[in-house]
């Protein structure tokens, strides 16, 4: 988008020291967008439904090819889904191009399932989601094991070795027919009244380090300290491509 033109330069005045650590280079658009906030998805398992069958739960993207979690892993696709697209580029940043397709092939033979989006593969399959699903494997956030707290524990955990960050921007377009209240949009992004809000409303990370997290985000809403990668270059010049060829792979 940065690249074509659409975007005016525009930076806030009180923008948190913290969200300088997601700030894209000049020439990704460092002028024209603001980080607002940043999340992580990754593996997330039940841990509940592996303690009570007496079951080690995976701990890796090789682990979900195992005939142990053969028809237990459920993520939603990549074409329809930014969640779905992180775990594509998150298998491109672990096993290369085109190493990721083998991946692949071997996920969805080992009985994967694709939804459409992350509600459906989290809220319907999932077996701690909504639904009380039959799958007790899922791709969601790193941010999902505290909103499955009971009892002071939660009945979840993300992988952490799994995940592919994911950090969200906004800006001001050219031409808008009322800039000045975008700039002002943008300044109550990054201020502290919608930074606090973002975790419970959004499932998501402030850019603002010093907002208070609520109390079970401390204790288990954890953050990889090394997501992988895929250089945001390469995604751009590739990404159509990896997706059709997703397509083609998953339906085999």
Request: include cysteine; hydrophobic fraction near 40%.
């Amino acid at each position: 988008m940065t690249s074509a033109g659409v975007l005016e330069d525009y930076s806030p005045r009180a923008l948190p020291a913290s969200a300088k650590t997601y700030a894209l280079p000049d020439a990704a658009g460092a002028r024209q967008l603001t980080p607002v906030d940043n999340a992580s998805t990754c593996v997330n398992v039940d841990t509940t439904w592996f303690d009570k069958r007496n079951v080690a739960p995976p701990n890796s993207f090789d682990d979900l090819l195992k005939p142990d979690y053969k028809n237990l892993f459920v993520t939603p696709g990549a074409p329809t889904s930014s969640p779905g697209l992180a775990m594509l580029l998150a298998t491109v940043g672990k096993y290369g191009d085109p190493g990721w397709q083998d991946y692949w092939k071997k996920l969805v033979a080992n009985g994967a399932k694709i939804t459409s989006g992350w509600e459906d593969a989290y809220n319907v399959d999932f077996t701690q989601g909504e639904g009380k699903g039959d799958r007790p494997i899922v791709w969601s956030y790193d941010t999902s094991p505290a909103f499955t707290v009971s009892g002071g524990r939660s009945t979840t955990k993300a992988l952490l070795n799994t995940c592919f960050r994911q950090v969200e921007y906004a800006g001001v377009l050219k031409g808008a027919k009322n800039p000045a209240g975008a700039r002002a949009l943008v300044d109550w992004m990054v201020g502290k009244q919608f930074q606090a809000a973002l975790p419970e409303a959004m499932y998501v990370f402030p850019v603002d380090s010093s907002v208070e997290l609520p109390a079970d985000w401390a204790t288990f809403a954890k953050q990889p300290t090394d997501p992988i990668e895929v250089d945001p270059k390469q995604i751009a010049a590739k990404r159509q491509g990896w997706l059709r060829t997703w397509q083609d792979v998953t339906s085999q």
